[in-house]
């Protein structure tokens, strides 16, 4: 099953998706919800990013690939994006002034179903609505420099989520790939994860309580590519769909 979070006729709904078409609900997936019997096509709505999370956390370091020099870590990196930086399925990435080195970074996300804490790895492999497509966007020059990665990984626009929320897939085998204007720049599969999706929202369930619709962005492989206003960037992880997002100044 995927799920769409979309606009039509200036609201916000949610729907089961089925082929080019949405099966509407009556609530959002993250709670008791029934189909409406009302069915509208995709090409009529606007895809929005799939959840309105109350928080957003990520993993740093989390492929080999991705270590550079760095030693293995002995636990999830963790650090916070702001739900401020969510960026719909077309949105448009901001490049910001300050900082001309940003860098696209394709992740798996996770979306949580239910409330979250001190959860061992099965129960938050439990508490675990399904997966999405997520672009870390990265400025680089202020995540060097800057004490915190605040602007750095969570200034406006730096959160492309979407588009579509898989509930059916393993995410812990899922071939994940990056294209900028169409040329793949990372591609690599979630079972390469340092730490699988369970450990990683256990981990943060033991200092910070998960809510229903909260988004786990669980880290990037290989090297990432700097980006150029009139670039397109396109996240493709295997099951989900395709996140496309182009750049702006």
Same mark, same amino acid.
């Given at each position: 099953m995927k799920f769409a979070r979309f606009e039509l006729n200036e %609201?916000?709904?949610?729907?089961?998706?089925?082929?080019?078409? $949405? %099966?509407? $609900?009556?609530?959002?997936?993250?709670?008791?919800?029934n189909e409406t019997g009302e069915t509208v096509a995709l090409e009529d709505v606007k895809v929005l990013a799939p959840t309105r999370p109350s928080k957003v956390l990520a993993v740093g370091l989390n492929y080999r690939s991705h270590l550079g020099?760095? !030693?293995?870590? %002995?636990?999830?990196?963790i650090f916070i994006k702001t739900p401020s930086c969510i960026n719909d399925p077309g949105g448009d990435?901001?490049? !910001?002034?300050?900082?001309?080195?940003?860098?696209?970074?394709?992740? $798996?996300?996770?979306?949580? %179903?239910?409330?979250?804490s001190k959860a061992t790895p099965e129960e938050a492999a439990a508490n675990i609505l399904g997966v999405t497509c997520g672009n870390d966007v990265s400025a680089r020059t202020w995540q060097s420099d800057d004490m915190q990665w605040w602007r750095a990984k969570a200034s406006d626009t730096f959160g492309p989520m979407g588009p579509f929320i898989a509930t059916d897939v393993n995410y812990g085998d899922l071939q994940l790939e990056t294209r900028i204007n169409g040329e793949a720049v990372q591609s690599q599969t979630t079972g390469d994860l340092i730490?699988?999706? !369970?450990? &990683?929202?256990?981990? &943060?369930?033991?200092?910070?309580?998960?809510?229903?619709?909260?988004?786990?962005?669980?880290g990037t492989p290989g090297t990432t590519t700097a980006l150029?206003?009139?670039?397109?960037?396109?996240?493709?992880?295997?099951?989900?769909?395709?996140?496309?997002?182009?750049?702006?100044d």
């Open positions: %609201k916000i709904e949610y729907g089961i998706v089925d082929g080019n078409n $949405l %099966k509407m $609900l009556d609530a959002c997936p993250f709670t008791e919800f020099d760095a !030693p293995e870590p %002995k636990n999830p990196e990435i901001v490049l !910001p002034s300050g900082d001309d080195d940003v860098h696209a970074e394709g992740e $798996l996300v996770v979306i949580m %179903k239910a409330r979250t730490f699988p999706v !369970p450990v &990683i929202v256990s981990f &943060i369930s033991q200092a910070i309580t998960l809510n229903p619709g909260d988004a786990v962005y669980t150029r206003a009139g670039d397109v960037v396109e996240v493709e992880i295997e099951g989900i769909g395709v996140l496309s997002n182009p750049v702006v």
